[in-house]
Each structure stands twice: as structure tokens, then as C-alpha cells.
């Protein structure tokens, strides 16, 4: 009897190597739910948008670029920061293909990329404007 119970207290303690299928049905709810998750190519898309959406600063940089191309000075202006940190987030979003800069003498001027990840953007952005307005 109490060899039976050492064997069963080791066989209730023992760690698998590997993790074990689970024995129930899933059901159609989760499996529907599961198969909606984002692959991982869709993800990778998400992330210029996320890198905008979760920065205060650079949903405004958006907002602002969204009315036509401005200096970084004029941005600076607008957002009430310093050209340097301005700089800095336009760096991240050049980066990610949100904006694009081009050159006009010692200034360099910014504005919006093209693509529908930048488009839904503004549009997600805009919206969000309109609501807070109302």
C-alpha cells in the first residue's frame, strides 16, 4: 500500500518534458476566435501605426503634417517643443515610412508618406478629433 502511494505521489509530481495536447474539444467560438488573430505579416504592418498612435507627440506630428508639409522649426512652433526632440520623433517616423523629408536650402521640409497604412491613420486620427470635438 504504500509503495502504491510512492508511485502514484511520483507519477502526480513529475514534470513532463513536454507540454501535453489537451484532452477536450474546442469549441467553435474559441476556434473562430483563434483563427481571426493577426498572422504575423499583419502584425509587422501594425507597427508604424502603433509606433504613431501610442505617442502623443507624434499623433500630433501626424495631425499637424496631415494639413500639408511644414519645417521642423514650424513643427517645433506648433507642438511647443524643441526642434531637437521634434527631430527625434520625426526620426522614428521616417524610419517606420510615415513621413518622408526632402531638402529646401538649411531646411528641411517634412511631409506624410504615401501607403494605406498612413492613410487609415490619419483617418483613425481625424476621427478621433471629430468625437473629441462633439
Known amino acids: 500500500m504504500a509503495r502504491d502511494l510512492d508511485d502514484q505521489w ?3 509530481t513529475r514534470m513532463p518534458s513536454e507540454p501535453q495536447p489537451r484532452s477536450r474539444l474546442v469549441s467553435p ?3 473562430n476566435a483563434r483563427e481571426t488573430l493577426l498572422a504575423g505579416s499583419a ?3 501594425l507597427q508604424p501605426v502603433r509606433d504613431i498612435i501610442c505617442e502623443h507627440t507624434r499623433t500630433q506630428i ?4 496631415s494639413a500639408g508639409p511644414l519645417s ?3 513643427l517645433a512652433a506648433i507642438l511647443g517643443r524643441s526642434k531637437s526632440a521634434t527631430s527625434q520623433h520625426l526620426r522614428v517616423l521616417r524610419d517606420s515610412g510615415i513621413v518622408s523629408a526632402r531638402r529646401r536650402g538649411r531646411a528641411v521640409i517634412y511631409n506624410l508618406g504615401t501607403g494605406p497604412m498612413v492613410e487609415v491613420t490619419v483617418q483613425v486620427l481625424n476621427r478621433a478629433a471629430s468625437l473629441g470635438a462633439a
Open 29 to 31: 467560438r474559441v476556434r
Open 72 to 74: 521642423v522649426g514650424d
Open 43 to 45: 502584425a509587422a504592418m
Open 10 to 12: 511520483e507519477t502526480n
Open 62 to 65: 501626424v495631425r499637424a503634417l
